[in-house]
Every structure is written in C-alpha cells, then in structure tokens.
C-alpha cells in the first residue's frame, strides 16, 4: 500500500470522480545535487503536508518543481510479490535546459546522472494547479542507463529491488587489492582526523584547499600545494566549502608534483572563482605498502585484500 497524505485520501474516497494529475520528477545526483522538475505545463510548489511518504526524497518541507525539459515516460507496473520494474523516462531538452553550466545532454555525457536516484510522484488535485491535496510516490529506483540522441535522452530506471539481482556472492572474493571502500566500518579509518582503526593517528587527513588563478570547472590551481605528498590525495574527494559549488563534491583523478594542480574525473557544474574554498579528503590506491596504501596510513590490520594470493596460471 503507498504512503498517502490524508487530505488525498479523503479526496479520492468521495464524491467527486474528476481530478487534476500531474507526474513530478527528482533527480538525485551521487554528488547530492537534486534536480526536481514539473511534469505539467507550469511549476508547481507542493506543502510539506503533501508528503506522506517518509522514504521519499521530497518528505518532511514544501518543494517546488520547476518547468524544465519536457518529460515522457513508460507505464508502471503494480503487482503483488518480489518482482524489479523498470521505468523508461524519455527527456526532451531544449536550448535553456542547463544543469549548472552544461546542457542536460552534457550532464549525461560526462556521467553526471551515473547512479542517480530518480523519483516519480504523482500530484492528484480537484482542479488543474491544485496542490493542497499532495502527491503518491508512483516509483522509486537508480539509473541503469543513458542513450543520448541531438534532442532527447532515453534513460532507463531501474526499481532498488533489482540491487538485490546484483549483490555480489560470494562477498568476498581472494584478489590482491582490498576490497574495502576506504573510510567504510570494514576499513574503520577516518579521513577526516587521519585516525587509523586501532586510534593510531598521523595518517592524511581532511585538509581545506583554495582556489587560485587558472582555477576552472574541470580541476584546480591551488594557492598552496595540498600536502606534501601529493598521493595520499589522488582518487580523494573534493567537496566544494564556499562559492557555487558549495557541497558539491568531486572525485580527484591526479594530482601534479607540486600539488599545486588538481584533475577532476568530472568537472564541476558551475565556475570555480579565486578564493572558492573545498575540503580536501584523502584516497587509497588499496595497496598494502604503496605510497597511497594501508601501510602509510597505519591501517594495514584491517588491510582487505591478499597480496600473496598466486595468480590463476600458478595454480596446479
């Protein structure tokens, strides 16, 4: 049974069988930038009380949908018992529809919409422009996929239960790297206090950078350089402290030796001015004794790979 505000229920359980409806949609991004966007031919602000849903990323403050892209889409299919559906939302953009600095078919391009959380709600009301009623979450899931065409984008959706076809099993496997996401309660090491597992302290820690002259969407010039050893940063987050890009975050893809010079895996969505301020987190290159591994951040007993582990044409 879906979540329903009170207002809704009442409406539906009266009388009156003619009623305004809507599709609402929102984009969470990885970086946690989120996009909502109106599938009527107007934005719309629905109340806090609209939301009944507490799973729903729209739950517990009013929000507006703008007037964006235009919006197509695939049936949903409700049935009873465990079954992964699949939603196909098909986006028509125009010249002004921009994310941050890039049209929506660069956003895609570059990998923004990866791994994004898409919403559909729909917005039911006793006459067109009618919010006060609310909204029923219609799905919920993940981008699996993007085809980019000269002015539509095909994106596929699929439901969080087909997660549960993907799981990896074993959930271990023997390899010679750790198989930890660095920072997890696996790994247990701190990269905001540099503070390893067992409390050992010393490691690379969250550093505050600023941006400099030659500084651009695609990666920093710093002030300063970011450490001294500039790989204790590289495959670090970025995440954006003041300006607009401010809690944004990014992945860093190289560091120079002077690290004076950050290279992003994906640029920012909007300019970075002098004086832009981002906190700096460090990476792991899940080595043992590397110059980005376990070892030099005094973490090596919770180190998750194998580095012995023969490899397959040793194997008798």
């Known amino acids: ?14 009388t009156q069988y003619d009623a305004w409806m ?11 930038l989120v996009l909502r966007y109106s599938g009527a031919n107007a934005a ?52 002004a529809d921009m994310i941050g600095t890039f049209t929506f078919a660069d956003a895609a391009r570059i ?16 006459a067109p422009g009618d919010t006060s009623l609310g909204c029923l979450t219609w799905f919920y899931g993940r981008v ?13 959706v699929k439901s969080l239960m087909n997660l549960l076809a993907v799981q990896q099993m074993p959930r271990r496997l023997f390899a010679a790297s750790c198989s930890h996401i660095f920072g997890d309660p696996m790994c247990g090491y701190n990269r905001v206090t540099g503070t390893a597992a067992d ?51 990014r992945t860093i893809a190289s560091i120079q030796p002077d690290g004076l010079v950050v290279a992003l895996f994906k640029p920012w969505l909007y300019p970075v001015a002098i004086g832009d301020q981002f906190y700096a987190l460090p990476g792991c ?16 007993a919770r180190f998750g790979g194998f580095p012995y582990i023969p490899p397959p044409e040793m194997a008798f």
């Open 199 to 249: 409390g050992t302290t010393g490691g690379p820690a969250r550093v505050t950078v600023t941006a400099a002259a030659g500084s651009a969407q695609s990666g920093l010039t710093l002030a300063s350089p970011i450490a001294a050893n500039t790989s204790d940063y590289v495959e670090g987050t970025l995440i954006g402290m003041t300006g607009a890009n401010a809690g944004l975050t």
């Open 1 to 14: 049974m879906r979540p329903c505000p009170s207002a809704l229920a009442a409406f539906l359980a009266g």
């Open 22 to 32: 809507a599709d609402l949609y929102v984009f969470q991004l990885t970086d946690g």
């Open 44 to 95: 719309v602000t629905v109340p806090a009380a609209g939301f009944a849903d507490p799973q729903s990323l729209n739950y517990g403050s009013a929000q507006t949908f703008l007037l964006g892209p235009r919006f197509g889409r695939s049936k949903i299919t409700t049935q009873v018992g465990i079954q992964p559906a699949e939603l196909d939302i098909d986006i028509y953009v125009g010249a």
């Open 111 to 126: 990998g923004l919409f990866d791994g994004a959380t898409v919403e559909l709600d729909r917005l039911i009301g006793a």
């Open 144 to 156: 699996a996929d993007c085809d980019i065409g000269r002015s539509t984008i095909a994106m596929k």
């Open 285 to 300: 290159d899940h080595s043992t004794t590397g110059s980005g591994g376990c070892q030099r951040r005094n973490n090596l």
